[in-house]
C-alpha cells in the first residue's frame, strides 16, 4: 500500500519508467555502499585488498548468488520459492547416489541440474495448475526435499566425488580467478539479457506489475510462472553441482538456510516485494557488498553469528529509510 | 469457524474443513493405533499434548498474524532469544519467582514483536521482509548476550526447570497454558470486535481502511501478541528441554506456519480459525511423536511434514477459494480502490 499509491494517480504506459531515478538511485546507494565497505575493510585489514585474497572469497557467495539470480525474478512477478536450499540437497543427493554408480563427473553434472529442474517443476505445477499461493506450495516443498536427503542419507554422506567435480566447484581460470565466479558472471549477464534486453524480461515486469492486466493483454502469465519456478530449480541445481564439487561431500544439512540468505541478496538488491519492479545489476551489486562485509568481518575475526546480525541489520535499514522518508514528504495519500 | 458463516451455502464447506480435518487427524491416531497400541496409552497422550503445546501456542499466535494478510518468521528466534534471556535471568538471580521469569520473558516477546509491529505497521513494510530481517538480527542478538555460551541445566534454579511440567490436576502447566491459550484465541477471534477486524483486515485492507478500522494499531497489536506468545515459549522451551544455546528451535517458525497451513489458515488473508491452528499442529505433534512407535526412521519426520503441507495445501485449493494467489497482496488491494 505504499508504492502504488502513487502509482495510482498517474496515467502511464510504462511503470518502470516513473521508477527509474528512485531505482537508479538505489543502485548508486548500493555502488556508495559497496565503495565505503571496500575502503574500510582495506583500511582496517591488512590483507583485505590482497587481489588473491579478493578472488577467493567471492567463493562463499557466488552459488548462492546462482540461486538469488533466478528468485529475483520470481519475486518480480510477485512470486517466491523458499525450497531452493532443499532443491539443492536433493540435486546433491541425486550426485551422490549416481556417483556411487561410477557416473563420470559431465554426468554427475546433467544429473544435479536435471533433478533440480525436475523439482523446480513440481513447485511450478502445484503454482500454476492448482493455483496455491507460492510462499505455502514452497514451504511443504522444502520441507519435502530436505526430507527426501534426510530419508537417503539418514546420518550418512555421500563423498568420494571425481576430482573434475572439484575442478568446477573450487577451481580457478588463470591460476586465479575461481571458475564458479566466473560462472555467476556469465549467468548475471545471461539474467540481465533476458530481464532488460528481451521481450520475456518486459513481460516479467508486465505480469509483476499487474497480473490481471498482464493475462489480459495476452501474456501467458502462468506458462512464465512455470518457466521461472523451473529456471529456479535449474539455477539450484547448478549450484549443487558447485557446492558439492567444492566441499566434496553431500550431507542431508547442506546449504541449510540458503533461502533466507538468497532472497536477503535480492531484496537488499532492491527488487520490490511487491513485484513489478527491479533489477539485476542491483542484486549483483547487493551480492558483492554482502560478499565484502562477510569476508572483511570474516577477515576481522567476527564469529559467522555476528554477520547475521549485520546482514538482518542491513535488510531492515535499506527497506525502512525510504518508508520514514515516504513518511515525512507526502504524509496521508495511501490509505 | 470462518468469517463467512452466515452466508448460507458456504457456511456448512467451511465448517467442514476443520471437521474434515479432525477426522483424518482421528483415523491418522487410529491406524497408528492399530499398529501401535501403546501410542493411545494415557502415557503415551500425555507427552504428545505436552510435546506440542507449544507449537499450538505458536500456531495460534501465527494465525492472528496470518488473519491480516501477515506473516511472521521471526517467531523462532524470538522465542530462542527470550528463552535465552529467561536463562540469563536465573543465572543471574538464582531466587527470581517462576512468574516473575514468565512475566519478563513475555515481555522481552512482546518488546521484540513490537519491534515488527512499528515496522509493519506503522511504517507498512512488507511483513515477510521485516520478519526475515529481525529474525537475523533476533538470532544474532542471542550470540552477544550469551557470548555463544551454553546455558546448561546445572545453571537454572529447579524451579525454573520443573514449571512446565509440573502437574496441576493430572496435567502439566504447558497442557494448561496451551489450553487457556486455545480459549482466549477462540474467544479472541470469534467474540470480540479486535478479532473480527483481523479478518476484515485479511479480506480487504482497503475496504476494512474505509471502514474506519485503524490498520496500524490492529497490525502493531497482532505482531506484539505474536511477539509475547514467543517470549512466553521462549522460556516454556528452555526450561523444558533444560539447555539454552544461540541455535534452539531453528527453523521452527517453518513448523508453526505449517502448522497454520494445514489447519486452512490462507495465507491469504482473512480464512481462519483457531480449531485449524491447533488441528494443524496436533497434525505434525502425532506425525513427530508417532513415528519412532511405528518403526518409521524418524529421518522420515521432514518428508513426511512436506508431503502433508503439500496434500494440505492441495486439498484446501481444490475447495474452491482461490484467495491469496499473491504474496504480498497489498499492491493489488491498492488497485482494485475504485479512483
Known amino acids: 500500500m505504499n508504492t502504488p499509491a502513487l502509482v495510482k494517480h498517474r496515467i502511464e504506459d510504462r511503470a518502470p519508467r516513473a521508477l527509474g531515478p528512485a531505482l537508479r538511485r538505489w543502485e548508486t546507494l548500493l555502488v556508495a555502499l559497496l565503495v565505503l565497505v571496500v575502503a574500510v575493510g582495506g583500511a582496517t585489514q591488512k590483507n583485505f585488498l590482497d587481489p588473491y585474497n579478493l578472488a577467493d572469497s567471492t567463493f562463499n557467495f557466488s552459488e548462492k548468488a546462482l540461486i538469488a539470480l533466478p528468485i529475483a525474478l520470481l519475486i518480480i512477478v510477485r512470486e517466491i520459492d523458499i525450497s531452493v536450499a532443499g532443491i539443492l540437497a536433493v540435486a546433491s543427493v541425486a550426485m551422490g547416489a549416481a556417483n556411487t554408480h561410477g557416473v563420470p563427473a559431465p554426468g554427475l553434472a546433467a544429473i544435479g541440474i536435471g533433478v533440480g529442474g525436475l523439482c523446480g517443476a513440481l513447485n511450478a505445477v502445484l503454482v500454476t495448475r492448482f493455483a496455491i499461493p507460492s510462499i505455502v506450495v514452497t514451504i511443504g516443498t522444502m520441507s519435502l526435499f530436505r526430507g527426501i536427503a534426510l530419508v537417503v542419507l539418514g546420518d550418512q554422506a555421500y563423498t568420494g566425488y571425481p576430482e573434475a567435480l572439484g575442478d568446477w566447484g573450487q577451481g580457478y581460470f588463470f591460476g586465479m580467478i575461481p571458475r564458479s565466479f566466473v560462472i555467476l558472471l556469465s549467468a548475471a549477464a545471461a539474467f540481465a539479457a533476458v530481464l532488460h534486453g528481451s521481450a520475456w524480461g518486459r513481460r516479467i515486469f508486465a505480469i509483476g506489475s499487474n497480473p490481471m492486466a498482464a493475462k489480459y493483454s495476452g501474456i501467458p502469465v502462468d506458462r512464465y510462472r512455470f518457466a521461472l519456478f523451473v529456471a529456479t530449480g535449474l539455477m539450484a541445481g547448478l549450484a549443487a553441482v558447485l557446492l558439492t564439487g567444492r566441499i566434496g561431500s553431500t550431507r542431508p544439512n547442506i546449504a541449510l538456510g540458503w533461502e533466507l540468505e538468497a532472497i536477503t541478496m535480492v531484496i537488499l538488491g532492491g527488487v520490490g516485494i511487491a513485484g513489478g519492479s527491479g533489477t539485476i545489476g542491483g542484486v549483483m551489486l547487493a551480492v558483492l557488498t554482502l560478499g565484502m562485509v562477510t569476508y572483511g568481518l570474516g577477515m576481522a575475526n567476527v564469529p559467522g553469528i555476528l554477520m547475521t546480525i549485520v546482514i538482518g541489520a542491513l535488510l531492515l535499514v535499506t527497506i525502512t529509510v525510504p518508508a520514514l522518508m515516504r513518511l515525512g514528504a507526502p504524509a496521508r495519500k495511501g490509505r | ?339
Open chain 2, 1 to 339: 469457524m470462518s468469517p463467512r458463516e452466515g452466508t448460507g451455502m458456504n457456511a456448512n464447506l467451511f465448517k467442514l474443513r476443520e471437521v474434515q480435518l479432525a477426522l483424518v487427524l482421528a483415523a491418522l491416531v487410529a491406524v497408528i493405533g492399530a499398529r501401535a497400541p501403546v501410542f493411545l496409552s494415557a502415557r503415551s497422550l500425555d507427552s504428545l499434548f505436552t510435546d506440542t503445546a507449544i507449537l499450538v501456542m505458536m500456531a495460534l499466535a501465527q494465525m492472528l498474524v496470518i488473519l491480516t494478510r501477515g506473516i511472521d518468521l521471526s517467531v523462532a528466534a524470538n522465542l530462542a532469544l527470550s528463552g535465552m534471556s529467561a536463562a540469563l535471568i536465573d543465572k543471574a538471580f538464582p531466587g527470581t519467582p517462576v512468574p516473575v521469569i514468565l512475566l519478563a520473558a513475555t515481555a522481552i516477546g512482546t518488546a521484540l514483536g513490537a519491534v515488527n509491529g512499528v515496522l509493519i505497521g506503522l511504517l507498512r513494510l512488507p511483513p515477510i521482509v521485516v520478519t526475515l530481517g529481525t529474525m537475523s538480527v533476533f538470532r544474532g542478538t542471542i550470540f552477544v548476550l550469551s557470548g555463544g555460551a551454553w546455558v546448561s541445566s546445572h545453571q537454572m534454579t529447579p524451579s525454573f526447570i520443573d514449571f512446565p511440567l509440573d502437574r496441576l490436576a493430572g496435567l502439566t502447566n504447558l497442557v494448561w497454558l496451551a489450553v487457556a491459550a486455545v480459549a482466549a484465541a477462540w474467544y479472541l477471534t470469534r467474540h470480540t470486535r479486535f478479532g473480527r477486524e483481523l479478518y476484515a483486515i485479511g479480506n480487504h485492507p482497503v475496504s476494512a481502511a474505509y471502514v474506519g478500522i485503524a490498520l496500524p494499531r490492529r497490525l502493531f497489536a497482532v505482531h506484539a501478541i505474536a511477539g509475547g506468545v514467543a517470549g512466553l515459549c521462549g522460556y516454556l522451551w528452555v526450561a523444558r528441554y533444560a539447555v539454552a544455546f544461540t541455535e534452539i528451535a531453528n527453523g521452527f517458525e517453518l513448523s508453526v506456519i505449517a502448522a497454520c497451513v494445514i489447519g486452512g489458515i490462507s495465507i491469504g488473508g482473512g480464512v481462519g480459525s483457531a480449531a485449524g491452528a491447533v488441528l494443524g499442529a496436533f497434525f505434525l505433534g502425532v506425525i513427530g511423536n508417532a513415528l519412532p512407535l511405528v518403526n518409521i526412521s524418524p529421518f522420515w519426520q521432514s518428508a513426511i511434514t512436506g508431503a502433508v503441507i503439500v496434500v494440505a495445501v492441495v486439498v484446501n485449493a481444490r475447495e474452491g477459494r482461490r484467495a491469496g494467489k499473491q504474496i504480498l497482496p497489498s499492491r493489488e488491494s491498492a488497485q482494485e480502490v475504485p479512483t
